[in-house]
Each structure stands twice: as C-alpha cells, then as structure tokens.
C-alpha cells in the first residue's frame, strides 16, 4: 500500500470520527429543555391528542410537538431527533392528529371540550415559562 493511500485512509477516518461525534452532539441544535409528562383534563388522561408548545419568539425557536399516548402521556419534540421545548414563555394548545386527513379521532365530551377550549394557538389560555428540564410534566386542561 503506497503512502497516499494510507493518507487517505487516514484522513477518511478522521473525518468520519468527526462526524459521528457532531451529529451525537445536542449542543449542535438549539438549547432546549426535555418536556415530558401527561396531559389531563379533570384529572383524567387524554390519549391521542397533539400538544404544541409554540415559544413567543418564533423569530428564534420554533414549535414543539408530541402526540400522546393512550395513558395521556407525551415527550415534546423540537425535531424529528432532538427532544425538548425552546426556553422561556410557550403557549401550549392541542390539535386532533385525525384533523388533517378531516377525520376525528375521538367524539368523547373531555377530549372535544379539550379542543375547543385549548385548539387555538391565538386563544388557548395556557401559557408555562420553561427554564429547566421538566420530566414528568402534568399538562392540566381544565
């Protein structure tokens, strides 16, 4: 094997290693905080429901989201790979996943009163500030 050729090799595998450690690098994105929790209304769960956080400078940070599982519980993304909320104050509202093929995933009273009362980003009353990692995180829509 020549010299070049190991150089390559060499320099290949530098650059290979390098890329493996950015992209396993969470400081390569945004800083965010993990949010994961349950989402209630009257103290039950609700399943199936979308939550968005959507950060008041959208100029910086965009929205996250997570759809929740069927004991109401979530793990916000900002990205398909990267966990977490923006910081500071986020307006937090629901959407029915269904809505976008027109469907609806549930008829339910608390799931519909849910939507109606939080569906809205511009008129959804729940506002959280995030400054730090919120695991187990209790979402009450009442």
Not at 21 to 29: A, D, F, I, P
Not at 33 to 43: A, D
Not at 54 to 59: A, K
Not at 104 to 127: F, H, N, R
């Given at each position: 094997?020549?010299?070049?050729?190991?150089?390559?090799?060499?320099?290949?595998?530098?650059?290979?290693?390098?890329?493996?450690?950015?992209?396993?690098?969470?400081?390569?994105?945004?800083?965010?905080?993990?949010?994961?929790?349950?989402?209630?209304?009257?103290?039950?769960?609700?399943?199936?429901?979308?939550?968005?956080?959507?950060?008041?400078?959208?100029?910086?940070?965009?929205?996250?989201?997570?759809?929740?599982?069927?004991?109401?519980?979530?793990?916000?993304?900002?990205?398909?790979?990267?966990?977490?909320?923006?910081?500071?104050?986020?307006?937090?509202?629901?959407?029915?996943?269904?809505?976008?093929?027109?469907?609806?995933?549930?008829?339910?009273?608390?799931?519909?009163?849910?939507?109606?009362?939080?569906?809205?980003?511009?008129?959804s009353p729940m506002?959280?500030?995030?400054?730090?990692?919120?695991?187990?995180?209790?979402?009450?829509?009442?």
């Amino acid at each position: 094997m020549s010299n070049k050729n190991l150089v390559s090799i060499v320099l290949v595998c530098v650059v290979l290693s390098a890329m493996s450690v950015v992209g396993c690098n969470k400081s390569s994105g945004p800083d965010t905080y993990e949010v994961s929790g349950t989402l209630t209304h009257n103290g039950e769960p609700i399943a199936q429901m979308e939550v968005i956080f959507l950060p008041e400078d959208t100029g910086l940070y965009r929205e996250s989201l997570a759809i929740t599982d069927a004991e109401g519980k979530f793990t916000m993304m900002y990205t398909n790979k990267l966990e977490g909320v923006a910081p500071g104050s986020n307006t937090v509202y629901v959407r029915d996943p269904a809505s976008i093929n027109g469907d609806q995933t549930s008829t339910e009273a608390s799931y519909v009163a849910v939507l109606e009362k939080y569906g809205d980003p511009a008129t959804s009353p729940m506002k959280v500030t995030i400054e730090d990692d919120q695991v187990e995180y209790e979402l009450k829509l009442d």
